[in-house]
């Protein structure tokens, strides 16, 4: 069983900066994907792909509204895969959600995605 928890929301300015970080338990952990995805509001049936990585090492995939802003990677230290966000925009808010699969392969749906987190929010306010 793979627990997920985020951690790292909150209230901030455009322009400002937040760092997420998501940790998952179970040893199968380590040979699979990790994904950040988000939910708007007024759109609580979809969920938006962010980026993703695989936890082993490779190349990372993000959405385009968020590449050059947004860097998903490891810290190995704390055992958690954290998506540093940068330049935030007020069409940033939206509840972000760690998911995890247990294969070592990156994919932008959330149905590949088996085990998820409860999701932190970020508010941004212009």
């Known amino acids: 069983q793979v627990q997920v928890v985020e951690s790292g929301g909150g209230p901030v300015q455009a322009g400002a900066s937040l760092r997420l970080s998501c940790a998952a338990s179970?040893?199968?952990?380590?040979?699979?994907?990790v994904a950040w995805f988000r939910q708007a509001p007024g759109k609580e049936h979809e969920r938006e792909f962010v980026?993703?990585?695989?936890?082993?090492?490779?190349?990372?995939r993000y959405a385009d509204s968020v590449k050059g802003r947004f860097t998903i990677s490891r810290d190995n230290a704390k055992n958690t895969v954290d998506l540093q966000m940068n330049s935030l925009k007020p069409e940033d808010t939206a509840v972000y959600y760690c998911?995890?699969?247990?294969?070592?392969?990156?994919?932008?749906?959330?149905?590949?995605?088996?085990?998820w987190g409860q999701g932190t929010q970020v508010t941004v306010s212009s």
């Open positions: 980026a993703a990585t695989v936890w082993g090492g490779g190349s990372a």
């Open positions: 998911a995890v699969r247990l294969r070592a392969a990156v994919e932008i749906t959330s149905s590949a995605y088996y085990y």
């Open positions: 179970g040893p199968t952990f380590y040979n699979g994907a």
